[in-house]
């Protein structure tokens, strides 16, 4: 059963802690994206990978890492440096292949900052 | 500064009725145009996607785009309360991996 999954469904941080969110697909998609979204706001990009072992800062990246070290697999850090963490989350990935990307997108992650 | 515009509404129509969202684009180089449904609390859907001027129809769905004019919309006919969702627009540029979105337009369906 193909598809986009996160992990944890909810995640509550403590100020100064580092978390990390999970995004695994098994489409066989090169390209992989990290978003948030805030109450009444739209997707930002925080960073993208178009390729294993490459990925580039999206709008939003000041406080965020990421890392691709499997095609299938791309993690997010929410550092401390962030200074308002609490969003929803959203993991996606395109077959990057071609002009067109539709992106599909996993169930997301709410994190939480208490 | 890429931006995708989009009127926040919500947009109310009856059951039945056809209902019509829209969205305005400044990249003029833009070339892939998506609809994606976002129930509360869930994550945005793809619903519809279209590349060339015109209609696409699926379904209850018409996707139009017209990029003379910078602007793609959906149609929804035999509106359903079950339609009821946040729809985004988004726009992608050829040999870009990136797509912009539009804040959403919220769609209410009363029975």
């Known amino acids: 059963d193909g598809g986009i999954t996160q992990s944890p469904k909810y995640l509550f941080r403590k100020e100064g802690q580092n978390v990390t969110l999970s995004c695994e697909q098994n489409?066989?998609?090169?390209?992989m994206y990290w978003y948030r979204q805030d109450p009444g706001q739209g997707l930002r990009l925080i960073y993208y990978?178009?390729?294993?072992?490459?990925?580039q800062k999206g709008d939003i990246a000041e406080g965020y890492s990421v890392s691709r070290e499997k095609k299938e697999s791309f993690p997010l850090t929410v550092t401390s440096a962030q200074k308002n963490p609490t969003a929803f989350y959203l993991c996606?990935?395109?077959?990057?292949?071609?002009?067109?990307?539709?992106?599909?997108f996993g169930p997301g992650t709410r994190l939480t900052v208490l | 500064q890429k931006e995708v515009e989009q009127n926040s509404g919500p947009l109310s129509v009856p059951e039945g009725a056809i209902a019509s969202l829209n969205c305005t684009y400044s990249?003029?180089?833009?070339?892939?145009f998506f609809w994606y449904r976002q129930y509360s609390g869930k994550s945005p859907e793809l619903i519809m996607f279209i590349y060339s001027n015109g209609d696409k129809e699926d379904g209850r769905f018409t996707a139009q785009l017209n990029k003379a004019s910078q602007y793609v919309s959906l149609l929804i006919r035999d509106s359903q309360p079950s339609d009821s969702a946040t729809y985004l627009c988004?726009?992608?540029?050829?040999?870009?991996?990136?797509?912009?979105f539009g804040t959403g337009t919220r769609l209410l369906v009363s029975p």
């Open positions: 996606a990935s395109s077959s990057g292949q071609g002009s067109y990307n539709e992106q599909f």
């Open positions: 990978s178009q390729i294993v072992n490459d990925f």
């Open positions: 988004a726009v992608g540029l050829t040999g870009f991996q990136k797509l912009v």
């Open positions: 990249d003029r180089g833009s070339q892939s």
């Open positions: 489409l066989n998609h090169d390209a």
